[in-house]
């Protein structure tokens, strides 16, 4: 049986929103978004100058993956992690049960910008209540396969043609850096069933057969074994392709950075972050500006 490409569900630009300080975030999924499970929330955020960026905050019942691309990113939360990433990094951090952390953005120092994306994945509800933990991730240790001419795949989470990628999602996901250079094209499979979207850092291609620029964003059918990708501009074309397991029949239940597959499991852990238990011990007198070491190598 002939192989069938997917067909473009809807095509989005987001609008950047001004969060103060020279911080402004682009938003296509989320905040606790529902109809691309796993995916819960994609974040395209920029920033212009000093900002005092994500101060200490709580997470639970998902996991993130945070991806550098330019300037760095100064990280650390309640459990004793801490670390500085540089562009091509990343961060995953598995908040399941319950975590603090901050994050600061520092601008590169010749271009005073910083650019970051960060992603959200829903947690199967066998795993809401596994310990937390971090792992960075430096850009030299990220796989990377060249399928077809001119074309270049980092692998960030799950696998690209046989390369597999550092990062154990607990829900299934595909998470891959592509670059496409003048001229090229590719069809990418996506495994049957999963959700998948395309979105689009820089330059200028076709994705799914439809025109796609900067910041624009593509999501597909579920129906069709690829995506096609390809670069219609005399720039290099920089896209993330994301596909994922959608956790059909699991609810979602959503307070800011808290997630639940219930209404009762999401009020209690709002009431645990407040009292202080049942994995947020501790997090009340915790305190990012005191215990953080700048001088990390």
Aim: net charge negative; glycine share 12%; proline share 7%.
């Amino acid at each position: 049986m002939a192989l069938v490409a997917r067909t473009v569900l809807r095509h989005t630009v987001s609008a950047a929103k001004n969060h103060g300080s020279g911080m402004s975030i682009r938003q296509p999924i989320g905040p606790g978004g529902r109809e691309f499970m796993p995916f819960l929330l994609l974040d395209d955020l920029e920033v212009s100058g000093d900002s005092p960026g994500f101060g200490d905050h709580p997470h639970s019942g998902q996991e993130t993956i945070s991806y550098i691309l330019e300037g760095n990113l100064v990280h650390q939360d309640s459990k004793g992690s801490q670390g500085i990433l540089r562009p091509g990094d990343l961060q995953y951090m598995k908040a399941r049960r319950g975590i603090m952390h901050s994050e600061v953005p520092q601008s590169d120092p010749v271009t005073n910008r910083n650019r970051g994306i960060q992603l959200w994945v829903a947690l199967p509800q066998a795993n809401l209540n596994d310990e937390p933990k971090y792992q960075d991730i430096l850009s030299q240790d990220i796989p990377a396969v060249q399928p077809a001419k001119g074309v270049t795949i980092k692998v960030i989470s799950g696998e690209s043609f046989g390369i597999s990628a550092p990062i154990p999602t607990c829900a299934a996901v595909h998470y891959l850096d592509v670059l496409l250079q003048k001229g090229a094209k590719i069809q990418h499979p996506i495994p049957e069933g999963y959700n998948a979207f395309v979105h689009t850092l820089a330059g200028t291609g076709l994705v799914g057969g439809q025109k796609v620029g900067p910041h624009d964003t593509t999501f597909f059918t579920r129906r069709g074994d690829f995506v096609e990708l390809g670069n219609t501009g005399d720039e290099p074309t920089h896209l993330l392709l994301l596909s994922g397991e959608p956790l059909d029949g699991q609810e979602v239940f959503s307070m800011g950075p808290f997630i639940s597959t219930t209404r009762g499991g999401l009020d209690k852990k709002v009431s645990d972050y407040r009292a202080g238990v049942d994995g947020f011990e501790g997090v009340h007198s915790w305190n990012s500006k005191k215990t953080f070491n700048f001088n990390l190598t």
